[in-house]
């Protein structure tokens, strides 16, 4: 339902992209979101987007990440700037989604991998 992709190396100081589109029978997306997770260390939210565009961020990425979302194509994407050593995480986008049925649920994308380098 949901596949991710972007991400890779970069230095320290530099700009990436991560970026998750969903499939299958949607009838609506609500929040969109992304996490990211180091090993060792519990997934922790790194920023939300709702179905009417309102955005939330962790603290610890204000300023440097923008959220943004798509709602014809069904994506949401990660804007990464002036990215740092702790930055380095296995990315992981969210998203709550209601099938034809009208059943909805969670969903989570496979892990895109972000390193950046010092």
């Known amino acids: 339902q949901l596949q991710a992709f972007g991400g890779g190396l970069v230095q320290a100081g530099g700009f990436l992209s991560v970026h998750c589109a969903a499939s299958g029978r949607i009838s609506a997306i609500h929040d969109m979101a992304w996490y990211r997770q180091v090993p060792g260390k519990q997934r922790e939210l790194v920023a939300r987007?709702?179905?009417?565009?309102?955005?939330s961020y962790a603290d610890f990425v204000k300023g440097r990440l923008t959220i943004s979302r798509d709602n014809l194509r069904a994506t949401v994407s990660l804007q990464m700037a002036s990215l740092k050593p702790e930055d380095t995480a296995a990315y992981y986008c969210?998203?709550?989604?209601?099938?034809?049925?009208?059943?909805?649920?969670?969903?989570w994308g496979h892990g895109t991998q972000v390193t950046v380098s010092s």
């Open positions: 969210n998203a709550y989604i209601v099938d034809y049925g009208g059943t909805g649920r969670a969903y």
């Open positions: 987007i709702s179905s009417g565009y309102s955005t």
